[in-house]
């Protein structure tokens, strides 16, 4: 199977809300509502931010928000912070042999 | 609190073996499948293997799969990651994760594998 799709770099100014796609199938995306977020800033462990397509962890500030249409889902940041700067991975649990595909990651930037 | 603390990585040659190690704590560590995710130079993130509670069921990667074996010991609180025929493509940071329902909650903060002549 194939690396979930998202876009190689989003970018937006403090305040503002940028959105990251990420396309499946329907063997992955479209199949399960489980769709997961992480956040990695470079050099420390990845940060659990959105389960299940939208719920949010405990301690997770709700300017993160997650949807899902058909086979893709997507990440919304609202009120863009300068520590919202990092990686964000979009991960599915798929019905093929590999279980879990995970995104190729988006670099969000804060102009 | 929970801690995931790998170990293990070093520079190995390509045809060459290793075992990754990561010690678990601050969790009921028997409770909870776990999980291998790595990460090469540059590119995104890939899940490897998991394993259930009780190290009964294990799932691979296609990718890898044959050449990699996962394990658990629970009275160790530790999980490991066997890697054999290594590639320059294996070349990788490799984590250790905690899996939630039907997700990865909790990230060790990964430790680096290279395979290099």
């Known amino acids: 199977q194939s690396a979930l799709t998202q876009p190689r770099s989003v970018s937006g100014s403090p305040g503002q809300s940028v959105t990251i796609s990420c396309t499946g199938s329907?063997?992955?995306?479209?199949?399960?509502?489980?769709v997961s977020w992480y956040q990695h800033h470079p050099g420390k462990a990845p940060q659990f931010l959105i389960f299940?397509?939208?719920k949010r962890p405990s301690g997770v500030p709700n300017r993160f928000s997650g949807s899902k249409s058909g086979n893709t889902a997507s990440l919304t940041i609202s009120g863009l912070q300068a520590e919202d700067e990092a990686d964000y991975y979009c991960c599915s649990f798929s019905d093929g042999s590999t279980h879990w595909l995970f995104g190729g990651g988006t670099k969000v930037t804060v102009l | 609190e929970v801690q995931l603390v790998e170990s293990g990585g070093v520079l190995v040659q390509p045809g060459g073996s290793l075992r990754l190690s990561c010690a678990a704590s601050?969790?009921?560590?028997?409770?909870?499948?776990m999980s291998w995710v790595r990460q090469a130079p540059g590119k995104g993130l890939e899940w490897v293997a998991n394993i259930n509670q009780r190290g009964s069921d294990e799932n691979y990667a296609d990718s890898l799969r044959g050449r990699i074996a996962i394990s658990r010991d629970n009275a160790r609180n530790s999980l490991y990651l066997e890697l054999n025929s290594l590639r320059a493509e294996d070349t990788a940071l490799y984590y250790c994760?905690?899996?939630?329902?039907?997700?990865?909650?909790?990230w060790g903060q990964g430790t680096l594998v290279t395979v290099s002549s």
């Open positions: 329907s063997s992955d995306v479209g199949a399960y509502d489980y």
């Open positions: 299940e397509v939208s």
């Open positions: 994760v905690r899996h939630g329902y039907y997700n990865f909650d909790f």
């Open positions: 601050g969790f009921s560590f028997s409770d909870c499948w």
